[in-house]
């Protein structure tokens, strides 16, 4: 059995939105969050390996960097977690799809006008 686990970012810091309760949202809850649920489906946390993709910043013109900021606080929480980080493809000012293949562990990012990337 292959279990894989995705988790959208949005916000680096929950502390940002004390009232919202949605861990998944946040880098400093998410990863944790998304590591214990994929245990509680049988995953060994040894053998976890995470890859990232985003961390764009969307909006150069405010001077707030919240991709750059949330790719940061996600690598932190990665080292905290002792899980080994096996790919990157972060930063830009573009968006990005992502693909996930539990079966062989592949990401595939998509963005326009870029070729795609496996991780």
Do not use: W, Y
């Not at 998410?30 to 985003?54: D, Q």
């Not at 980080?85 to 930063?91: A, I, K, R, V």
């Not at 079966?103 to 990337?117: D, L, S, Y």
């Amino acid at each position: 059995m292959h279990i894989a686990g995705l988790s959208h970012i949005l916000l680096p810091e929950s502390a940002l939105c004390p009232d919202d309760e949605n861990k998944f949202k946040f880098a400093d809850t998410a990863i944790e969050t998304l590591v214990k649920s994929m245990e509680k489906h049988g995953c060994s946390r040894f053998r976890i390996t995470a890859k990232i993709a985003g961390g764009a910043c969307m909006f150069a013109s405010t001077g707030i960097n919240i991709g750059q900021r949330n790719v940061e606080v996600v690598k932190r929480e990665l080292c905290r977690l002792n899980i080994n980080l096996t790919g990157e493809d972060t930063g830009g000012n573009f968006g990005r799809t992502v693909d996930i293949n539990p079966e062989n562990g592949t990401v595939t990012v998509k963005a326009i006008g870029k070729a795609n990337r496996e991780l």
